[in-house]
């Protein structure tokens, strides 16, 4: 079936240090979305990217959605111990109704 | 966060019995799913709703059923459980999908157990 492919699985870090988590689409995709989601608790909605090569930036986050709309990335800078948790990227597929998860990048810190 | 409650929020259960997890939402959204969450697959589509009675299924729909009689209300039933249905269960609701953009509200989880 259609899969979202979502890499790296686990990504530890030093505190203070940059993080990126990656997405890819076997299909084109009409949107992504990102979502994050604490331990303990449940995915809570970061973002969406629509067009084309679109960039957003929130704080120390930035988002980009491919040329091609099929891969997207998650990129942190200078992360901080708030920002432990699983990062998910979920692609909605050109006429389908619901979105396509990837398995997440669980985001490890270490003080 | 967004009027999303699911019941339980923990069970435990044996094989073979039946089990129905119900999502309640109050924010008047069309759209409601039903996804399971496992470690190393992350969240997988069960079935979900675009309207009361109008449901659908998902990646991983064996072995379940779901139901909606009132926009408010989506239930997803195990009709015999069995191990591999041990998982945490959540609850989403959208206001559309296809040709909306809009992102999806969790619920805050069932964890069921199947012995």
């Known amino acids: 079936g259609q899969q979202v492919m979502q890499i790296p699985q686990y990504q530890h870090v030093q505190e203070g240090e940059d993080f990126t988590t990656y997405c890819n689409s076997s299909?084109?995709?009409?949107?992504i979305q990102w979502y994050k989601q604490r331990p303990g608790g449940h995915p809570v909605f970061l973002i969406q990217?629509?067009?084309?090569?679109e960039v957003k930036k929130q704080k120390r986050l930035t988002f980009q959605f491919g040329e091609a709309k099929k891969n997207s990335s998650l990129h942190i800078t200078a992360t901080q111990t708030t920002d432990v948790g699983t990062y998910f990227c979920?692609?909605?597929?050109?006429?389908?109704?619901?979105?396509?998860f990837g398995k997440g990048t669980h985001l490890i810190i270490q003080p | 966060d967004a009027g999303i409650t699911q019941s339980p929020r923990h069970k435990v259960t044996e094989t073979g019995t039946p089990v129905t997890l119900r999502c309640h939402q109050t924010?008047?959204?069309?759209?409601m799913y039903w996804y399971r969450q496992d470690p190393g697959h992350g969240l997988r589509l069960i079935h979900y709703?675009?309207?009361?009675?109008?449901?659908d299924k998902g990646e991983v729909s064996d072995g379940y059923s779901v139901s909606r009689s009132k926009t408010e209300d989506f239930l997803l039933t195990l009709e015999s459980a069995t191990s591999s249905q041990t998982s945490v269960y959540f609850c989403?609701?959208?206001?559309?999908?296809?040709?909306?953009?809009?992102?999806?509200?969790f619920g805050p989880g069932t964890r069921l157990t199947v012995l």
């Open positions: 989403a609701i959208s206001e559309s999908a296809g040709g909306g953009y809009n992102e999806q509200f």
């Open positions: 299909t084109t995709l009409s949107n």
């Open positions: 990217l629509v067009k084309s090569g």
């Open positions: 979920a692609g909605r597929l050109i006429g389908a109704d619901g979105l396509t």
């Open positions: 924010e008047n959204h069309r759209y």
């Open positions: 709703s675009y309207g009361v009675k109008d449901t």
